[in-house]
């Protein structure tokens, strides 16, 4: 199984990236997937969860109203749309796939990507 992200960079504040996280060796539709995210001397975080079939939602409170996650089964393919980038939001960003749908905590989901950086400058 494999996750690999892409889609980070180095953007002004007010900006916007899309990510994504395409799987193989998996059926895709069958796991939960989460973003994540990890700025320098902190813990890893939530920033959004989607369930298997793409009907239900998460956002942590930083980032509703912000970031849009969405999936494409047919494709293995989830994507964080992300809007307003504030500095704040500069960190690694995973993406991570697991049974439980809409888990909020890291150790429930089984396969991680790389991570791709995301800078957002003032």
């Known amino acids: 199984v494999q996750l690999v992200e892409s889609g980070g960079g180095l953007v002004q504040a007010g900006g916007s990236l899309r990510l994504s996280c395409v799987a193989s060796g998996v059926t895709f539709s069958s796991y939960g997937v989460g973003w994540f995210h990890q700025a320098p001397g902190k813990e890893r975080e939530v920033v959004a969860t989607?369930?298997?079939?793409?009907?239900?939602?998460y956002y942590a409170d930083s980032v509703k109203g912000r970031f849009t996650i969405s999936r494409d089964n047919a494709k293995n393919t989830v994507y964080l749309q992300m809007n307003s980038l504030k500095p704040e939001d500069t960190a690694v960003y995973y993406c991570?796939?697991?049974?439980?749908?809409?888990?909020?905590?890291?150790?429930?989901?089984?396969?991680w990507g790389q991570g791709t950086q995301v800078t957002v400058s003032s």
């Open positions: 991570a796939a697991g049974p439980a749908e809409m888990s909020q905590f890291d150790i429930e989901y089984n396969f």
């Open positions: 989607i369930n298997r079939s793409g009907g239900s939602t």
